[in-house]
């Protein structure tokens, strides 16, 4: 039985598949290289970074809406008051009876009757609470806000208890004819005081009637 004659041409049907093959072996390759990996979609940095900005801007925002404070002030209270100081006032819409609750409160024989406690306050002002009998000075300081502060004209001058006569310490609250007798005989024997704490070296001169004389000396 005759043999089929080979005539050296390839098989039309193996060159189809092997060329079949390889199309699709290209293009499973090109797909891969260009598509992103794992089907993430691409964002382009620009665009990430303003996405974080804006939710950091809004979390800053957030933030500052919950730890937000009253704007604190500093004010000076003296007078009639348990703690004669500088103190500051981080409340909303300070007035004046706040500062003199940060003072400790009213001392006895303070006169609030020319006062207004309701009286709002700023930055660098001055509280003065007057004893009883003392004439009404400034219930608040309204001049400004300096960084020194400032003391209303209506404040009466200090008296300086170096060199003041026996009739001048007498017009200050608390001093008689005889307490102003004796700051001049021990200021005569002892010296020029170095303060006006040291006052209360004059015999019958206590921490009370102190209290009531340090905002009106000086040395």
């Not at 992103?36 to 809004?58: C, H, K």
């Not at 006062?115 to 509280?127: E, F, R, S, W, Y």
Request: with cysteine.
């Amino acid at each position: 039985m005759a043999q089929p004659r080979r005539t050296g041409r390839p098989d039309i049907r193996l060159v189809a598949l092997v060329a079949a093959v390889a199309l699709a072996v290209a293009v499973g390759v090109f797909v891969f290289l260009v598509r992103p990996s794992g089907g993430v979609v691409v964002q382009r940095a620009s665009d990430t970074a303003l996405v974080t900005q804006e939710n950091q801007g809004i979390a800053r925002t957030d933030q500052a809406a919950l730890t937000s404070e009253p704007n604190a002030i500093v004010v000076h209270v003296d007078g009639a008051v348990a703690s004669p100081g500088v103190y500051e006032l981080a409340i909303a819409s300070p007035r004046v009876r706040d500062a003199v609750d940060a003072a400790g409160g009213l001392a006895q024989g303070a006169d609030t009757s020319s006062m207004n406690l309701a009286l709002p306050l700023g930055d660098g002002q001055k509280v003065h609470v007057p004893f009883e009998g003392e004439a009404a000075g400034a219930e608040a300081d309204s001049s400004g806000g300096d960084a020194a502060g400032s003391v209303s004209s209506s404040m009466p001058s200090l008296i300086n208890i170096n060199s003041a006569t026996a009739e001048e310490l007498d017009s200050l609250p608390g001093v008689g004819p005889s307490t102003a007798a004796a700051i001049v005989e021990d200021r005569d024997a002892n010296g020029p005081f170095s303060s006006v704490e040291d006052l209360m070296r004059v015999s019958g001169i206590g921490e009370k009637k102190f209290a009531k004389l340090r905002d009106h000396i000086c040395v």
